[in-house]
């Protein structure tokens, strides 16, 4: 199977299994609030940025606020998201440009984006899927593994997030791209978990390179 038609399988089963590819990340339809969130999301859950945010968007609830903040107050309310440190001063410092060059608007391309400090290729693209509705690949850990697993990327090992991203973006449809990486994620958390894959129950096991590799070398 070409691997343009083993991604448009991939995506047909899975949008049939989770009709709603929501991002887990509770931003509210806030571009900005999506940004924070996705740098608060760097080793650490959503589930737990989801617990913090709430309360640091009370205290700075728009690009405004964050920009007049002391990085260590911010870090207050971030601590338990780990790299409080660095993170807090990101989030003074993306808010602080977005403010003083983009006139408080989130950028809407990938080369401003990725002007603002602690936003990478990942959390650029996740800005640019969900809010701008732009054909757009989130390598995260879900993304990488699973693809690599299913033989979309690669020769079935993980790639780094750039070549992840190239590869994906030249297999799926630009209208897909977004939505598949949410729902590999929610995949990945309930069927195809990195220490313990419940195969017998996956729907996409006759088409898994993994899968089908383990059983022609029995």
């Given at each position: 199977m070409k691997k343009t038609e083993l991604a448009a399988t991939v995506v047909s089963r899975l949008k049939e299994k989770y009709p709603s590819a929501e991002c887990a990340l509770r931003?509210?339809?806030?571009?900005?609030?999506?940004?924070?969130m996705g740098r608060l999301s760097a080793q650490c859950t959503d589930a737990r940025v989801n617990l913090v945010c709430p309360a640091l968007f009370a205290a700075y609830p728009d690009a405004y606020a964050m920009a007049k903040a002391d990085p260590a107050d911010v870090g207050r309310y971030i601590f338990s998201c780990g790299l409080y440190n660095s993170k807090a001063k990101d989030l003074v410092g993306m808010s602080e440009r977005i403010?003083?060059?983009?006139?408080?608007?989130?950028p809407d391309n990938m080369e401003d984006l990725l002007t603002l400090p602690g936003v990478g290729r990942k959390i650029?693209?996740?800005?640019?899927?969900?809010?701008?509705?732009?054909?757009?690949i989130v390598a995260d850990t879900h993304c990488i593994r699973i693809s690599a697993k299913l033989g979309l990327c690669g020769d079935g090992k993980p790639l780094s997030p750039e070549k992840t991203e190239k590869e994906l973006s030249a297999v799926v449809e630009p209208s897909e791209q977004a939505d598949l990486c949410h729902r590999l994620v929610m995949f990945g958390r309930d069927v195809c978990s990195a220490r313990s894959p419940r195969c017998g129950e996956?729907?996409?096991?006759?088409?898994?390179?993994?899968?089908l590799d383990t059983d022609t070398n029995r």
């Open positions: 931003y509210e339809g806030d571009p900005w609030r999506l940004l924070v403010v003083s060059v983009f006139g408080g608007r989130v650029a693209n996740l800005i640019l899927g969900d809010i701008f509705n732009k054909p757009a996956c729907i996409l096991s006759d088409v898994c390179r993994n899968r």
